[in-house]
């Protein structure tokens, strides 16, 4: 039995969607149909019966009518048996049946059959009903003809005395040949039915299946690289919204791959500059018998900054796929802004001074903590601050503000720069843009800090905004929703 079941399970599921649909339909629709069929079939025939028996009835009683007083007087000798006998013959041949008489005693009086000879017993059923004055159908096969009849019978009365019994019977073939014409009929149009439901699952089964196997062939068609493949959605239906997300994935893979791409371009870009500029100065090195000293240590002190610029864009590589791959911070603990300012603020400090900068914080006491790691929150700040010290001339002021507003911590870095043009500000958060390529790297920038903050802020499910007028100064705005300690 578990073997079966087994057995059964594993067909089931290596079989299509259309074959487990025309299986369960056609299961359905065999057992309902038959079962309808064999219901009105039966109760259709003994209908049929019934009313046989009914009519054959209703005949031996007109019949018995008919005769009671022809019977009376032919037993009184006022009339010849003959005479009687042809009157049930003309009764016989327009019902198409056999008539007999039967006297009181159950003997045949005569019959409109010859071959029923008079004085037969006949103690049947229906005959016994008879002269009780009730009455009894039978099917039974006839000793005088070898057929199978129906028999009913009715006593013959003539003035409340009973004088015999008129038995009619018919062939009972011919119910039969009708019973089974009504079961063909029934058979026919249940076979009818079967079909047209096999039909309407077919198509049902293949409605579905057509769109399915389209996507199938689509998901195929991009999986071997083909990512601009897209299905046409040719409805609203389940089959419809798959087709859609399908369609919608798909685009997002391909902008996904794209921006990858371009990702690795340009990060092969930044690495090949400071790596040319590494070689040219190794190449003199290593030729150059006759480079004075002082030439080779400048060589050398050039040499050590491009190293650590070339450390520093690989960090922050890493830091930005890190994000990308991982973008959740791990066992998160309560972190406090205020401290996170404050080590910035300290760090960036002497930068300021030398550039002449005059650096402002202003730090609410208040502040709820944001539920991270130090490192993040730290990595945020500093770009932020950094960049404002970078892009800000002698003389300017940079800004560090945060505070508390509707369960959000925001933290505000604004200076007195060189703002951002409008047309860029949509591009500054993506990977190597930078206004002034050529400046931004002069000055050790990477392209990757405000990328990397966006990365962080998205993790954190807060935003990042900002506010900039060309020569008047730029204002980034960071929001992260703040919990309560427990
Ligand atoms: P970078 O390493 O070049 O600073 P970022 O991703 O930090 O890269 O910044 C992208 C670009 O946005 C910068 O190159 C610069 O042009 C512009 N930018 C960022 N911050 C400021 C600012 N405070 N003032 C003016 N421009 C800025």
């Given at each position: 039995?578990?073997?079966?079941?087994?057995?059964?399970?594993?067909?089931?599921?290596?079989?299509?969607?259309?074959?487990?649909?025309?299986?369960?339909?056609?299961?359905?629709?065999?057992?309902?149909?038959?079962?309808?069929?064999?219901?009105?079939?039966?109760?259709?025939?003994?209908?049929?019966?019934?009313?046989?028996?009914?009519?054959?009835?209703?005949?031996?009683?007109?019949?018995?009518?008919?005769?009671?007083?022809?019977?009376?007087?032919?037993?009184?000798?006022?009339?010849?048996?003959?005479?009687?006998?042809?009157?049930?013959?003309?009764?016989?041949?327009?019902?198409?049946?056999?008539?007999?008489?039967?006297?009181?005693?159950?003997?045949?009086?005569?019959?409109?059959?010859?071959?029923?000879?008079?004085?037969?017993?006949?103690?049947?059923?229906?005959?016994?009903?008879?002269?009780?004055?009730?009455?009894?159908?039978?099917?039974?096969?006839?000793?005088?003809?070898?057929?199978?009849?129906?028999?009913?019978?009715?006593?013959?009365?003539?003035?409340?005395?009973?004088?015999?019994?008129?038995?009619?019977?018919?062939?009972?073939?011919?119910?039969?040949?009708?019973?089974?014409?009504?079961?063909?009929?029934?058979?026919?149009?249940?076979?009818?039915?079967?079909?047209?439901?096999?039909?309407?699952?077919?198509?049902?089964?293949?409605?579905?299946?057509?769109?399915?196997?389209?996507?199938?062939?689509?998901?195929?068609?991009?999986?071997?690289?083909?990512?601009?493949?897209?299905?046409?959605?040719?409805?609203?239906?389940?089959?419809?919204?798959?087709?859609?997300?399908?369609?919608?994935?798909?685009?997002?893979?391909?902008?996904?791959?794209?921006?990858?791409?371009?990702?690795?371009?340009?990060?092969?870009?930044?690495?090949?500059?400071?790596?040319?500029?590494?070689?040219?100065?190794?190449?003199?090195?290593?030729?150059?018998?006759?480079?004075?000293?002082?030439?080779?240590?400048?060589?050398?002190?050039?040499?050590?900054?491009?190293?650590?610029?070339?450390?520093?864009?690989?960090?922050?590589?890493?830091?930005?796929?890190?994000?990308?791959?991982?973008?959740?911070?791990?066992?998160?603990?309560?972190?406090?802004?205020?401290?996170?300012?404050?080590?910035?603020?300290?760090?960036?400090?002497?930068?300021?001074?030398?550039?002449?900068?005059?650096?402002?914080?202003?730090?609410?006491?208040?502040?709820?903590?944001?539920?991270?790691?130090?490192?993040?929150?730290?990595?945020?700040?500093?770009?932020?601050?950094?960049?404002?010290?970078?892009?800000?001339?002698?003389?300017?002021?940079?800004?560090?503000?945060?505070?508390?507003?509707?369960?959000?911590?925001?933290?505000?870095?604004?200076?007195?720069?060189e703002g951002i043009p409008e047309e860029s500000l949509h591009h500054i958060f993506e990977p190597f843009y930078r206004v002034d390529k050529a400046r931004s790297r002069r000055i050790g920038g990477s392209g990757l800090g405000l990328a990397i903050v966006k990365a962080l802020t998205d993790a954190y499910h807060g935003t990042i905004d900002v506010q900039s007028s060309p020569g008047?100064?730029?204002?980034?705005?960071?929001?992260?929703?703040?919990?309560?300690?427990?």
């Open positions: 039995m578990q073997n079966l079941i087994s057995k059964w399970r594993q067909f089931w599921a290596n079989r299509g969607l259309a074959v487990r649909f025309l299986i369960v339909y056609l299961t359905l629709s065999l057992v309902t149909v038959s079962l309808l069929t064999w219901r009105s079939g039966t109760q259709l025939s003994r209908a049929l019966e019934e009313e046989y028996e009914h009519e054959l009835e209703t005949e031996a009683f007109i019949v018995a009518a008919a005769l009671s007083s022809d019977v009376e007087d032919m037993l009184e000798g006022e009339r010849k048996p003959i005479e009687v006998l042809s009157l049930m013959r003309r009764f016989a041949t327009d019902t198409e049946s056999r008539i007999t008489f039967i006297s009181s005693d159950t003997r045949v009086v005569f019959s409109t059959d010859p071959a029923i000879p008079p004085g037969e017993p006949q103690p049947f059923p229906e005959v016994m009903a008879a002269l009780q004055r009730s009455e009894q159908h039978a099917i039974r096969t006839d000793p005088y003809t070898g057929d199978v009849r129906l028999f009913v019978a009715a006593p013959l009365i003539e003035e409340e005395h009973l004088i015999g019994v008129v038995r009619i019977s018919v062939p009972w073939e011919r119910v039969r040949v009708r019973i089974v014409g009504e079961w063909t009929r029934l058979i026919l149009t249940g076979l009818l039915l079967i079909a047209a439901n096999v039909l309407v699952s077919l198509w049902l089964a293949f409605s579905i299946v057509r769109p399915l196997r389209e996507l199938t062939a689509a998901a195929q068609d991009i999986a071997s690289g083909n990512l601009s493949r897209r299905i046409p959605v040719s409805s609203k239906d389940e089959v419809g919204q798959l087709a859609c997300a399908f369609n919608e994935m798909a685009e997002r893979l391909q902008e996904m791959i794209e921006r990858q791409r371009l990702f690795i371009a340009n990060a092969s870009h930044e690495l090949r500059s400071p790596l040319t500029s590494l070689k040219l100065r190794t190449e003199a090195l290593v030729e150059d018998k006759n480079m004075t000293l002082e030439r080779k240590e400048r060589f050398i002190r050039e040499l050590d900054r491009e190293v650590d610029r070339l450390r520093r864009l690989a960090e922050r590589l890493l830091d930005l796929t890190r994000l990308q791959v991982k973008p959740k911070p791990q066992d998160p603990t309560p972190v406090s802004i205020t401290e996170v300012i404050q080590d910035v603020v300290e760090a960036l400090k002497p930068r300021a001074e030398r550039q002449g900068i005059n650096l402002v914080v202003n730090v609410t006491d208040k502040i709820p903590p944001v539920y991270g790691s130090r490192e993040d929150l730290f990595e945020v700040v500093v770009n932020l601050l950094d960049n404002a010290i970078k892009y800000t001339p002698s003389g300017g002021t940079v800004r560090v503000e945060a505070h508390e507003e509707d369960g959000q911590v925001v933290i505000r870095v604004s200076d007195t720069g008047m100064g730029t204002t980034f705005t960071v929001k992260l929703p703040a919990r309560s300690e427990r």
